[in-house]
């Protein structure tokens, strides 16, 4: 191996310098920095819209911060074992970096192509940029995988710390021989007819160095408060930093150990922590069950008598269901491409316990329009709130929209900015607009059933149903 020969960097879910130690291993040689857009591999969870739309502005962020440390990025369509093979050949690398996956089909492929290339005698080196903990290293006393979050969370809590982040390289020089690439522009991963992502311009900016800003801001301010108003939709009291964080534009172990510096063990920044667990959580489970996406993880809800109504679901996707506080949830969605997490767990719960319709449903219009659509989280908060995965809701939790929208929600403000034909009315009414007296609806220009639908369901009609059918699928067990 020379040592002027180039190693390809294999740039996928860690679009970023700070703390990648795959680049920060390749550093010291010649970098081809390369993103291969590789649908096929994925299968049925290839990238959906709103991913797309990030992952073209996080790569054009990517771009121009390689440029600036005189590196480049080089992109390819295509397989991923025939692309790397194509610039290995043009280039002469001598070695392939890249940070781990844990999706099912990834660690699948990328068994295949490590033991391709070292029978090659091409250097296939892989390192953990995405995790706190690899989900093999967290085990119960028995050397089993958890079922249990809170088990899992003081397993954690008690191993050692991660890693301190690594700082960006100073310089990433790029080989001898330029390869060729691909434009961003040729690949089309913006919407342009119709344009759909005027919201999530408006409301992201991708990249590594927003990652960081937003950190900076929620650790100035909102983490004070976190464990208190984390629930709140109407109030900015989150980091907002699930789509950094799943691009892998900021590391897990930057956002832990700036949290652990500068909010120590107060309890916003102990209940933030427990948040990055819960993603921990997710990928735990995904990897020791690779058939999450898909079925449940309860086999006993194979038999669930689940509904099949395609204008409910509808309904429910367009945010037309009547009940104002999903209602919000969804076009927040629909318009930025993310969802307040409480509001998450009620819009759910709405479908698979008032509409009795299938998480899976659920689960892919989340794929297709969250900024932030990440497999294992995805997958893994869907069977739970459907009741069906590892530490599940209960059955007979069923979120009242009406209460949940007028606990956290409590004047209104959220439904007013995301269903604004509901803008004008007073608060007590605002979560429950079916009850306003018709001079209340039209003072507030409110005409049920034509500015704005009636309920599609009858909440205590839609819970009884869901606890029958739950309760029968126990006394079948």
């Not at 809170?150 to 700082?167: K, L, M």
Request: glycine letters at 6%; one cysteine or more; charged letters at 25%.
């Amino acid at each position: 191996m020379t040592s002027n020969a180039p190693i390809i960097v294999w740039f996928r879910q860690d679009l970023r310098l700070t703390d990648n130690p795959a680049l920060r291993a390749a550093a010291e040689r010649p970098v081809i920095a390369l993103y291969i857009l590789d649908d096929g591999s994925a299968g049925a969870w290839a990238p959906g819209g709103a991913s797309r739309w990030w992952l073209h502005n996080s790569l054009a962020s990517l771009a121009a911060d390689l440029a600036a440390r005189g590196g480049r990025l080089v992109l390819r369509r295509g397989d991923s074992a025939a692309v790397l093979d194509a610039v290995i050949a043009e280039s002469g690398a001598t070695g392939v970096h890249w940070n781990r996956c844990y999706e099912p089909a990834a660690i699948a492929r990328d068994k295949r192509i490590k033991a391709a290339l070292e029978a090659r005698g091409i250097v296939a080196k892989s390192f953990n940029a995405a995790l706190l903990f690899e989900p093999w290293t967290i085990t119960t006393q028995a050397g089993q995988p958890f079922k249990v979050y809170s088990p899992f969370a003081r397993a954690c809590r008690a191993a050692p710390e991660p890693p301190r982040p690594e700082p960006a390289p100073a310089r990433v020089p790029g080989p001898a021989r330029p390869v060729a690439s691909d434009t961003l522009e040729s690949w089309r991963l913006l919407p342009s007819r119709p344009d759909w992502a005027v919201g999530l311009r408006e409301t992201w900016r991708p990249g590594e160095r927003d990652a960081r800003a937003r950190l900076d801001r929620f650790l100035d301010g909102p983490v004070a408060t976190y464990k208190d108003e984390r629930n709140r939709p109407d109030i900015e009291a989150t980091s907002r930093l699930s789509g950094h964080l799943h691009f892998g534009e900021i590391s897990p172990r930057e956002l832990w150990h700036a949290t652990r510096a500068r909010a120590g063990e107060s309890t916003g920044g102990t209940h933030f922590i427990s948040e990055l667990l819960w993603r921990e959580f997710s990928h735990h489970l995904l990897f020791h069950w690779p058939d999450l996406p898909e079925r449940n993880w309860r086999r006993d809800f194979d038999d669930f008598p689940w509904a099949e109504d395609a204008a409910a679901l509808a309904a429910w996707q367009r945010g037309r269901t009547g009940y104002p506080i999903v209602d919000a949830g969804m076009r927040e969605l629909w318009r930025t491409g993310w969802m307040h997490n409480r509001v998450r767990m009620i819009v759910g719960s709405f479908l698979v316990k008032h509409l009795l319709l299938p998480w899976q449903a659920g689960e892919a219009w989340f794929w297709d329009t969250l900024v932030d659509a990440d497999l294992a989280n995805n997958a893994a908060s869907w069977q739970w709130i459907a009741g069906c995965g590892a530490d599940a809701a209960p059955y007979f939790r069923v979120f009242n929209p009406i209460l949940q929208g007028e606990k956290f929600d409590p004047a209104g403000a959220y439904v007013r900015r995301w269903v604004p034909e509901l803008a004008r009315l007073p608060a007590d009414l605002v979560h429950r607009p079916w009850e306003a007296a018709e001079p209340v609806l039209a003072a507030a220009g409110v005409a049920l059933g034509r500015t704005y639908p009636r309920p599609i369901v009858d909440h205590g009609k839609a819970r009884a149903r869901a606890l029958a059918a739950f309760a029968a699928l126990r006394r079948a067990d």
